[in-house]
């Protein structure tokens, strides 16, 4: 039994049994103040005793004095001695080390619940167990944990962030059977601690490491929130994007995506486009275009009155967004967002147009018709109109499309001075926005961007601008390539730009030195940003220059599909002005006889230009007895269908005014000869041609 004591108990209950045992023996042979005396003689024997046991096992365990040692150089803040002291009391734990063994016990209760929960569990469980070494064992290598656990916490107290981890470590690698280690949670509690203090000295590739290792999945997803958000806060994109993230890529753009629309746009990190980079380093484009989309909406919405940073904020996203869907297939270069359609008094915000615009009660009206089918745009689908498409989806379309619907933002601190009753959201709703509709709103955002930064101080703001309007403001600013290519994606008539183009012209004709010089620094300003680069030997003055940025600009926008009308506002503009000129450029005759010669004659004509207008038809009839000719040496004798064609109503037009004029006495004789001269040179030349045209056909009949 003695044996047994000795084996369980320390020394110090195994001793206070013997004086126990020889106090109740020898006492009672004594008489009384005897007895006290030798008690009291005993008292302080045994309080001696019991001093020169504790020294003898404090010694005997010099674990416990080590880890004093430790804890006495970590308050001297000498890390290094005492993070070797820390290390040879942890070599001595034992289940007979009371003083150490009873820390740990301590720090198990202030760990906090989960941990003890851990320890009554595996103790109850080990003491199932039949074998009590087992039991022994399993004490020891939980308590040598909680040691781990409790030096790291503090070196935490001291801030010392490099120690705490590499006693986390320590426990980490403490040899033990798998068993134990696979049941205990103290492997994710270290697992943790090295992650947020990795975190906290930047090392983000520790602090990823040790979110993988985490056998914890829901401190793992913890861990990579705040992981990601510790990246992106640090400007360590690149980083973010590199690594491999192998299962959770999910979550990650979940995260990105919480925060980007959880922030405002103006704030750095700028989460929409870390998500962006996100995306395009592993190939989703579509999911990148989406992601620049939101952005350039919430742009939109959420910065009201617009400046020049903005608008460069808006078209940077757009472009992006265009880019990402154009490496995209066409079959599905298209989002779907979930938007509302917001009201700010009178005022309306169309999500398709990316402007704010004034409605009126039959829009409104016209607005609240909704389909109940939506059809997704394909390869083969046509440009869709300008207008929003917005209509009812069937609720599995919402389910499938669950993870690409965009919440529409919410107007933010900047929104204009109105009450919150006064914003009203109108409906839940769905809308598609394919590549063709983004191209549009890239266009007219550039265009307003133009037009901010010629004027700064124009209001362009709250109220919106619509591509007509944007279009007048490019034209008037002298930005002439960037009002093509509006009116060119919104397929806008295009006369304004022609008509603008000409009057310039036209002033720099004029006498007026101020007018001339404002033109001259208008056509200055639209050659250069039309990329002509026009030197001064290449053109005697600016006025030749500016021809030929118009004769191009003909020759490139104007055809059949248009009737020419560009053609006939250029010379129309030309023939009205003030002082009029009589003669169009020759440049512009040639190509219009070439492409439309009827509507040459009608304008010359309603501009009573007969000399013009007879010198046209004479060099139309001219140069088609030319084709006549070339197509009969083509022939070669053989049958061979050709046509030929004269405005022959223009042309008689033509030939009733000059007879009536040769003969008018109100004329002057000069002019009564010259329109005599005309007239008899149309007569033959219509002849001769008629003659030539009736034996050409009969000879191929």
């Not at 109940?372 to 919402?398: F, G, T, Y």
């Amino acid at each position: 039994m003695i044996e047994e004591y000795k084996q369980y108990y320390s020394m110090r209950e195994y001793l206070r049994m013997l004086n126990l045992s020889d106090h109740h023996h020898h006492l009672h042979h004594l008489p009384l103040q005897q007895r006290r005396d030798r008690e009291r003689e005993r008292t302080r024997g045994r309080e001696k005793e019991k001093e020169r046991e504790q020294y003898e096992a404090a010694m005997k365990h010099s674990s416990s004095l080590s880890y004093l040692n430790g804890l006495n150089s970590l308050r001297m803040s000498d890390f290094e001695v005492a993070h070797d002291s820390f290390l040879r009391a942890a070599s001595g734990l034992d289940i007979g080390n009371d003083f150490l063994f009873r820390l740990c016990c301590q720090n198990d209760r202030e760990e906090g619940p989960e941990l003890a929960t851990e320890s009554s569990e595996l103790t109850s469980e080990g003491q199932a167990e039949a074998d009590i070494n087992e039991r022994v064992r399993w004490k020891e290598w939980e308590a040598k944990q909680r040691y781990f656990i409790h030096i790291m916490r503090l070196y935490e107290s001291e801030l010392n962030w490099e120690m705490a981890i590499r006693f986390a470590r320590y426990g980490l690698s403490d040899c033990g059977d798998e068993r134990y280690r696979s049941k205990s949670r103290f492997r994710s509690v270290l697992w943790s601690c090295i992650f947020k203090h990795s975190l906290t000295l930047l090392r983000f590739e520790d602090a990823y490491v040790a979110m993988v290792s985490n056998p914890d999945v829901d401190r793992q997803r913890d861990c990579l929130k705040t992981l990601v958000v510790g990246l992106c806060k640090h400007g360590k994109v690149k980083m973010l994007c590199e690594l491999p993230f192998v299962g959770w890529l999910d979550d990650v753009d979940r995260t990105l995506m919480d925060k980007a629309r959880t922030s405002d746009i103006c704030e750095r990190p700028d989460y929409y486009h870390v998500l962006y980079s996100f995306h395009i380093l592993r190939g989703n484009y579509r999911q990148a275009g989406q992601v620049m989309y939101e952005l350039s909406q919430r742009i939109a919405m959420e910065t009201h009155p617009k400046t020049v940073a903005t608008w460069q904020m808006q078209a940077k996203s757009l472009l992006l967004a265009v880019n990402a869907m154009r490496l995209v297939h066409p079959k599905f270069a298209w989002v779907v967002r979930k938007a509302r359609q917001l009201r700010i008094g009178d005022l309306i915000y169309d999500p398709s147009s990316l402007s704010w615009a004034r409605s009126d009660h039959k829009e409104r009206e016209k607005d609240k018709k909704t389909t109940d089918d939506i059809a997704l745009p394909s390869a083969d689908d046509k440009a869709l109109p300008s207008s929003p498409k917005r209509r009812r989806e069937e609720e599995n379309m919402m389910e499938e499309e669950k993870g690409e619907l965009f919440q529409a933002p919410s107007l933010t601190s900047t929104k204009p001075n109105t009450t919150s009753s006064s914003i009203a959201a109108d409906r839940e709703e769905l809308m598609i926005i394919n590549l063709s509709e983004m191209e549009k709103q890239y266009a007219l955002t550039l265009a307003q961007l133009e037009i901010a930064l010629s004027n700064e101080n124009h209001p362009v703001g709250l109220h919106g601008i619509t591509p007509e309007d944007s279009l007048s403001l490019l034209v008037r600013s002298g930005y002439y390539d960037k009002a093509i290519d509006l009116a060119s994606v919104f397929h806008l008539d295009m006369r304004q730009i022609f008509e603008r183009l000409t009057d310039k012209y036209l002033a720099l004709q004029e006498r007026e030195e101020g007018s001339r010089m404002a033109a001259e620094k208008e056509l200055e300003r639209g050659r250069i940003e039309s990329g002509y680069e026009l030197l001064a030997e290449d053109f005697a003055d600016l006025s030749d220059a500016s021809w030929q940025i118009l004769r191009d600009y003909l020759q490139k926008f104007d055809s059949a599909k248009t009737n020419y009308v560009y053609h006939q506002v250029v010379a129309e503009k030309i023939l009205s002005s003030d002082p009029p000129i009589r003669r169009l450029p020759t440049w512009l005759m040639t190509s219009f006889l070439s492409k439309h010669p009827s509507l040459l004659l009608r304008i010359l004509l309603k501009f009573d230009l007969l000399e013009e207008c007879a010198s046209a038809v004479l060099k139309l009839i001219s140069s088609t007895e030319d084709e006549i000719s070339k197509s009969e040496e083509e022939a070669d004798g053989k049958r061979n269908n050709w046509v030929c064609w004269l405005p022959y109503t223009a042309i008689d037009q033509l030939m009733i005014e000059v007879e009536r004029r040769k003969d008018d006495p109100n004329l002057n004789s000069v002019t009564r000869a010259t329109m005599k001269e005309l007239f008899a040179d149309l007569q033959v030349a219509l002849d001769t041609y008629l003659t030539r045209v009736k034996a050409a056909s009969h000879q191929r009949s």
